[in-house]
Structures are given as structure tokens and as C-alpha cells.
């Protein structure tokens, strides 16, 4: 085994890692860091007919007939091409998931309820034993990544469980604010913290280079316009929340704030003077 510490993401599905922390694992590959991908619903569907509500999902992903391996094939190059290890789970998606037939999940709605008590009971555990194996496997020291859960989607907050099982056990655990959902959710981190119960939450803020972000999320072109509408709309809402991440550490941004919050204001600023800095934000409890 491998002494060299290993900065382990959990992704819920095959982009979430680098939407979320992009930033961050493009750094610490930059300063020779060692980081991993565990990509949680990386599984193709089973056989049989999609759910209306999969083949809503597939439709928006591209014309290929095969979502999945297209995505697994976006996700394998640019974990590749910034040298991440990458390892994959074959729990299918929640959109996926079907109980002898019947749909988990029918509802778009429904990925942000409580997840099926199915999923709770074989998902989670699976999950967290293949964690502990990896961990067994590959490195002696892990310094483990998993989503907050802000937004609430079923997927998401099953890997948030995962975070909070081993961190509970003695792990290092940082939980990383889930994008997009954190941009659209006003409240979402606070109702995230909630989840876990009474903590006193610590938070780092960390500066990165936010163009490699962006060159990190365009890389998975099958899902710009379900999320983002255009590569364009991709780059204008990254740097948007990233720069407003930013105001805990860059004075500009904090001026910048409090002088154009948003609006024509905001446009007329960023036109003058761009933007000044770019930051990803991570927590842990004490």
C-alpha cells in the first residue's frame, strides 16, 4: 500500500465531483497532491424499459441510446487528463432504480424526498463498505470528500451518510457545498447542517484557478444543457458563484458586494473591472 495520502472524492454520480470542487481537485493535482474519484451511480440501467422520468434524463443527455456510457466516457477522460484516479460503483442512478418493475423514483419531485427505505438499507451500506475497501487497498491515510447534501437529492444524501458514518468512526471528513444546488437553494447549507444533528461546523475556503473549473465541467458535454442551457451560461454562473464564494477572502470581492450586489449594477462592474477572485468552500465539524 501506498503511504502517500489520499484526497478521495465521493461523487454521487459521474459529474458532481468536479461541479462541485473542480477548483480544488484541479490544485491539488497542480501541487502533486494525490486525489481519487469514487463515483457512487455509475452502473448502467437494467433491461427492460426506461421510466418516463429516465428517458426524460436520457433524451436531454444526447442521441447516443447509451447515457451512461457516454457519461462514464466524459467522466474516465477528464479524470484521466488531470492524472485522478478514478474508480466506479455500479449502483444504477436513482432514475434508474426499480423495485420489480415499479420506479423508485417516478417523479422529478420525488429525488428530493427521504430516499426509499431500500435504498437506505442496501444502498447506503454498500456504499460505505466499498469505501472502507478502497481505503484497505489503496492507501494508508485518506482524507475523505463527500457532498453536504444541500438540494437534497436522494443520491446526494445517501453519499452524505457515507460521510457522516465514517467521520463518525474517526475518519477526516470534509462535506462539500453541492453544485448547483447550493446556487439555487437560498438557506441550502444551514439545511443541510441540520441533517447531521447537533455540530459545531468549521469551514475552508479555498482559492482556485476558476477557468480550469469551467474547462473541467464543459468536459462533460452531455450534461451543459440539461444543467446550464450553454457553454456560455456555464461559465457566466461559475464564475458568478465562485467569485461570490470568494468575498470570505479577496477584499474586491467583498467591495465589490456591497457596491453591486446584483443587477445592472453588477453587469456595469463586471464589464469595468471583471473579476477579482474565485473560491470553492468545503466544512467539517469540530
Known sequence: MSEEKLN??????????????????????????????LTLCAGSPGP????????????????SGDGMAARRAENAALLSSWGVQSWECETQDAIYRTDKGVPYYETQADLFREPRPQDDACVLSSWEERVRRLAAEEAQDILLYAPLGVGGHVDHELARRVGQRVG?????????????????????VQTAQARFGLRAWTSRIVSIDVRAKIEGVCAYHSQIGRVFGSEKALARRVKGFTAETACAINEWERVRRMLAPS????QIWRWALGYHAHAERIWTWS
Not at 427492460?48 to 442521441?63: M, N, V
Not at 443587477?263 to 453588477?266: E, I, P, Q, S, T
Open 8 to 37: 478521495l472524492y465521493l461523487s454521487p454520480h459521474l459529474d458532481d465531483a468536479i461541479l462541485s470542487c473542480g477548483g480544488l481537485i484541479y490544485g491539488q493535482r497542480q501541487a502533486g497532491a494525490r486525489v481519487g474519484v
Open 168 to 188: 463518525g468512526g474517526g475518519w477526516r471528513v470534509w462535506f462539500y457545498e453541492d453544485y448547483p444546488y447550493i446556487e439555487l437553494e437560498a438557506g441550502g
Open 48 to 63: 427492460g424499459a426506461l421510466s418516463p422520468l429516465a428517458r426524460q434524463y436520457e433524451s436531454s443527455w444526447g442521441e
Open 263 to 266: 443587477g445592472l449594477r453588477l
